[in-house]
């Protein structure tokens, strides 16, 4: 009875707040939220019922829910007509779903709140401005920037020199071949592939990381498979989560991976004593942007408008941070000052997202890259109608990639259960020869 008092203290609380919706509740009276999953601080959503109370006099009941693959979330209000208020997809769902017209804009009007959407860097604001559709709005009245981040390399020290990690290189190296994890992640997979593959030119000036990465041709998706098969052999798993894990550890020294998952592993690495790093190699790399969207079905714009609002709240904006370790888009001087460590023994150049005065400040480089490193990055957009072309090549590289142990040990698996199907089909065939001598044995003494 304990135990099942203790479950229901435990449950009662998400159910208040994520779940179960009643639909006795009115539903201006309800927010429903699709997010990330571990992507948002504690006691967020109830701070949010706290201050939209405030603002409107009006209760929010909050149906949270997560996903962890985009299209999934996409799918369930494309085709499911899914009535979510607030999501939060990547930029290239951003644009597809512009596209398709599956987005309302964001109200600006807060009452006596103040409006917080000021507070994204306008560095973010042109990177999600590209994502603008022609004849329409610009993409920032219907998606401000939540978290944003880089695709690089994170790497063991103790067995992975610094000059290796530079480059995009070491990934192809075989000599770390079997001890490399890549992010199952058709896009990095892409953009990482066709850049290593022109780096001469990218080092001579003669393309860019922008164009490479969104380029579709026959020819540049044909350069990126060939590629990708090339480096698939040195490739010990294809990780959406475990490769954190995995490094700590010391089961694999490389892993293509996020700034935020590196931020993550490098501190609980260092918890054990093992030595982590993280770059964006030389030739350049993606440069990722999730944001809050309303969708065309949402039931609920009013409450949506001032959740984002909320979001882009300096306080708020840390405490996400903290949490989940990724980059918040908000660039106030409240949000410099809390990010700023002065143990740090180097110093970056901010200026491009939080202004004049930060072009030389002590401050994490993995969360917040320097100017020279964002200036070799690029956003990879919307594949639009060759997403199916990119996702065969990835399917075809990917494939079943378990590794030549795993693969003799479905082999085996398979041969022990033919062998024992063969047996137990023989032991069948031996009963019933069996049954029938003792039937005709039967039938011979009835005759008698």
Same mark, same amino acid.
């Given at each position: 009875?304990?135990?099942?008092?203790?479950?229901?203290f435990l449950i009662l609380p998400l159910c208040l707040l994520t779940g179960c919706y009643n639909s006795g509740v009115p539903r201006e009276n309800v927010l429903k939220i699709y997010n990330w999953a571990d992507y948002i601080g504690d006691s967020?959503?109830?701070?949010?019922?706290?201050?939209?109370?405030?603002?409107?006099? @009006?209760?929010?009941?909050?149906?949270?829910?997560?996903?962890?693959?985009?299209?999934?979330? $996409?799918? /369930?209000?494309?085709? =499911?007509?899914?009535?979510?208020?607030?999501?939060?997809?990547?930029?290239?769902?951003?644009?597809?779903?512009?596209?398709?017209?599956?987005?309302?804009?964001?109200?600006?009007?807060?009452?006596?709140?103040?409006?917080?959407?000021?507070?994204?860097?306008?560095?973010?604001?042109?990177?999600?401005?590209?994502?603008?559709?022609?004849?329409?709005?610009?993409?920032?009245?219907?998606?401000?920037?939540?978290?944003?981040?880089?695709?690089?390399?994170?790497?063991?020290?103790?067995?992975?020199?610094?000059?290796?990690?530079?480059?995009? @290189?070491?990934?192809?190296?075989?000599?770390?071949?079997?001890?490399?994890?890549?992010?199952?992640?058709?896009?990095? %997979?892409? =953009?990482?592939?066709?850049?290593?593959?022109?780096?001469?030119?990218?080092?001579?000036?003669?393309?860019?990381? @922008?164009?490479?990465?969104?380029?579709?041709?026959?020819?540049?998706?044909?350069? %990126?498979?060939?590629?990708?098969? %090339?480096?698939?052999?040195?490739?010990?798993?294809?990780?959406?989560?475990?490769?954190?894990?995995?490094?700590? /550890?010391?089961?694999?020294?490389?892993?293509?991976?996020?700034?935020?998952?590196?931020?993550?592993?490098?501190?609980?690495?260092?918890?054990?004593?093992?030595?982590?790093?993280?770059?964006?190699?030389?030739?350049?790399?993606?440069? !990722?942007?999730?944001? !809050?969207?309303?969708? /065309?079905?949402?039931?609920?714009?009013?409450?949506?408008?001032?959740?984002?609002?909320?979001?882009?709240?300096?306080?708020?904006?840390?405490?996400?941070?903290d949490f989940c370790g990724y980059v918040s888009s908000i660039a106030t001087p409240e949000v410099q000052e809390a990010k700023t460590d002065t143990t740090l023994d180097y110093y970056s150049d901010l200026s491009y997202f939080f202004g004049p005065?930060?072009?030389?400040?002590?401050?994490?480089?993995?969360?917040?890259?320097?100017?020279?490193?964002?200036?070799?990055?690029?956003?990879?957009?919307?594949? =639009?109608?060759?997403?199916?072309?990119?996702?065969?090549?990835?399917?075809?590289?990917?494939?079943?990639?378990?590794?030549?142990?795993?693969?003799? $040990?479905?082999?085996?698996?398979?041969?022990?259960?033919?062998?024992?199907?063969?047996?137990?089909?023989?032991?069948?065939?031996?009963?019933?020869? $069996?049954?029938?001598?003792?039937?005709?044995?039967?039938?011979?003494?009835?005759?008698?």
């Amino acid at each position: 009875m304990r135990r099942m008092k203790k479950i229901l203290f435990l449950i009662l609380p998400l159910c208040l707040l994520t779940g179960c919706y009643n639909s006795g509740v009115p539903r201006e009276n309800v927010l429903k939220i699709y997010n990330w999953a571990d992507y948002i601080g504690d006691s967020v959503l109830e701070d949010f019922q706290a201050y939209y109370k405030e603002q409107t006099g @009006e209760d929010i009941r909050i149906v949270y829910q997560t996903f962890d693959i985009n299209e999934i979330m $996409l799918t /369930k209000i494309e085709k =499911g007509h899914e009535d979510f208020d607030v999501v939060c997809p990547s930029e290239y769902i951003i644009e597809r779903m512009l596209k398709k017209k599956l987005l309302l804009p964001i109200d600006t009007n807060f009452g006596s709140s103040p409006n917080y959407l000021g507070n994204v860097a306008p560095y973010i604001r042109e990177q999600i401005d590209k994502l603008s559709q022609p004849g329409e709005a610009v993409a920032s009245h219907y998606a401000v920037c939540y978290m944003w981040g880089t695709a690089g390399i994170l790497y063991n020290r103790a067995f992975v020199p610094d000059s290796d990690a530079t480059s995009w @290189e070491c990934l192809w190296d075989k000599k770390y071949a079997g001890k490399i994890l890549m992010k199952d992640s058709y896009r990095d %997979a892409y =953009g990482t592939a066709v850049i290593y593959a022109h780096a001469q030119e990218l080092a001579e000036g003669k393309t860019t990381v @922008e164009a490479l990465m969104n380029d579709y041709s026959p020819r540049a998706m044909e350069i %990126a498979e060939q590629y990708l098969k %090339a480096l698939k052999p040195n490739i010990s798993g294809w990780e959406a989560d475990f490769g954190k894990e995995m490094m700590t /550890k010391n089961k694999a020294y490389l892993n293509m991976t996020w700034s935020g998952d590196a931020i993550w592993a490098i501190e609980e690495a260092s918890a054990v004593g093992v030595d982590l790093d993280y770059t964006v190699p030389k030739e350049g790399s993606n440069i !990722w942007y999730d944001g !809050w969207v309303i969708p /065309k079905y949402a039931k609920n714009t009013k409450a949506a408008s001032y959740f984002i609002n909320f979001m882009c709240r300096s306080d708020i904006a840390l405490r996400n941070m903290d949490f989940c370790g990724y980059v918040s888009s908000i660039a106030t001087p409240e949000v410099q000052e809390a990010k700023t460590d002065t143990t740090l023994d180097y110093y970056s150049d901010l200026s491009y997202f939080f202004g004049p005065g930060a072009d030389s400040i002590q401050i994490d480089k993995i969360q917040y890259p320097d100017r020279k490193v964002v200036e070799r990055c690029a956003m990879i957009r919307d594949f =639009g109608d060759k997403t199916r072309d990119v996702l065969d090549i990835w399917s075809r590289i990917k494939g079943d990639n378990l590794g030549a142990g795993i693969t003799i $040990l479905i082999f085996v698996v398979v041969g022990l259960m033919s062998g024992w199907m063969i047996y137990k089909r023989w032991e069948r065939y031996k009963r019933r020869q $069996l049954q029938r001598r003792r039937s005709r044995r039967k039938k011979t003494r009835g005759g008698r």
